[in-house]
Structure formats: C-alpha cells, structure tokens
C-alpha cells in the first residue's frame, strides 16, 4: 500500500476588533512549522472578502508528523491565546489526496 500524505484545511475567524494581533499571532507560526519534521507544506491564506477569516493550508508526510506538529510548544502557546483573539474556530479538517 502506498503511503498518503496528510492534508490539512484549518479554518478561523478572529475577533475584528483584535485581527491585526490575531493575524500576527497565525504568521508567526508559519516559519517555525515550515522547519518541523515531517511538514511538506504550510501556508496560511487570509479571506480577501473576510478579512477576519484565516486558513492554514497543510500537508504533513504521516499522521504521526501532523501530531507532532499539534503537540509543538509553538501551537500549544498559540491555542492558549485562541480564546482572546479567535471567534470561530479552528476548525481543522483532514484531508487524504484522491487524484
């Protein structure tokens, strides 16, 4: 069997009035996921017509890479500041590539 990798869509929106802290909060994950084991891809997109929604589009070499990443003392810093600047969300969806 052929290994797959796993692909991610994580969906939020921040509170307007604390998008610019919310916004920096969610970029600076980008570099130190991007150097993580096991991290193929990591881009975060911003609604051109919601500003306050975010996407992190992902794709991590196993399930084990991906928990690895949910584990991070990065991400667990960024999920204790959620409740402050995140209204809805994350809501994180996995992926497996069909095609």
Not at 10 to 25: H, I, V, W, Y
Not at 73 to 94: K, N
Request: glycine share 4%; with cysteine.
């Amino acid at each position: 069997m052929t290994q797959t990798t796993v692909r991610i869509l994580a969906r939020m929106s921040a509170f307007p009035d604390r998008l610019e802290e919310a916004k920096a909060l969610l970029i600076g994950l980008v570099e130190p996921t991007r150097q993580e084991s096991g991290c193929i891809r990591y881009e975060l997109l911003q609604n051109l017509s919601d500003p306050t929604e975010f996407t992190f589009i992902e794709e991590w070499e196993s399930e084990a890479a991906l928990n690895a990443h949910l584990s991070s003392a990065h991400i667990s810093q960024a999920f204790a500041q959620v409740p402050l600047l995140i209204a809805s969300g994350p809501d994180i969806m996995r992926h497996t590539l069909l095609i």
